[in-house]
């Protein structure tokens, strides 16, 4: 995946697979509720997900690959988007989009992003969710670096971070180091 080879297809497809498995961690100690069923031997109360409680939030637009894999675990989730760029002088999010479910303090919210660099981004999604009040929330990214790490714990210590991988560092174009690039640009096939 990190090749510089490796397709848009191939880079999408293993995005969504990485997706899938760390949607399993995230959901790990979620709440579940038990519903009864019919086995072909004999009746049972099985564990279930109240699925109708998470809420999928990607943040735009390399966020979407992380959130086809997480719909692959969790078909019946809501989602909901933010839109952020960062500013190239200045490396500060700049908000352009926010749409989430409505009566967010009964769900779980899993915000979305692929790389949590600068933090930037993640830090300010994560201030805006909380303004919604969401029961929980928790992010979710393909790759990391320390101190993309230390400035969203500095920002929000109470939510955790899953992460497939920390990397070394951050460059000085603010990039992680050894990375992929620019997931978005891998993802969809731009410049």
């Known amino acids: 995946m990190r090749s510089k080879e490796t ?11 990485i997706s899938m498995l760390l949607a399993y961690e995230v959901c790990r100690d979620m709440p579940t509720t038990l519903r009864e069923i019919e086995t072909p031997i004999a009746p049972m109360a099985t ?7 998470i809420v999928l939030i990607s943040i735009l637009r390399a966020g979407s690959g992380i959130l086809d894999g997480m719909l692959q675990i969790l078909p019946s989730a809501r989602v909901g988007h ?10 500060q999010a700049v908000e352009y989009f926010f749409k989430v479910p409505d009566n967010m303090g009964d769900r779980d919210a899993i915000l979305m992003d ?7 981004s993640a830090v300010a999604a994560v201030t ?8 929980s929330i928790k992010f979710v990214c393909l790759l990391a670096c320390p101190e993309g ?8 210590p109470d939510v955790p ?12 174009k603010s ?9 978005g640009d891998r993802l969809f096939g731009t410049k």
């Open 7 to 17: 397709s848009t297809s191939t880079f999408r497809n293993l995005l969504r697979e």
């Open 175 to 183: 990039y992680i180091v050894p990375g992929l690039g620019d997931a």
């Open 149 to 156: 790490l230390a400035a969203f714990h500095a920002a929000h």
């Open 128 to 135: 805006r969710l909380k303004a919604t009040q969401p029961r």
């Open 82 to 91: 933010i839109g952020l760029y960062r500013d190239h002088q200045t490396l």
């Open 114 to 120: 692929p790389m949590l660099a600068t933090g930037n």
């Open 47 to 53: 564990p279930v997900l109240d699925g109708k409680k």
């Open 161 to 172: 971070v899953f992460t497939a991988a920390v990397d070394e560092r951050l460059n000085e």
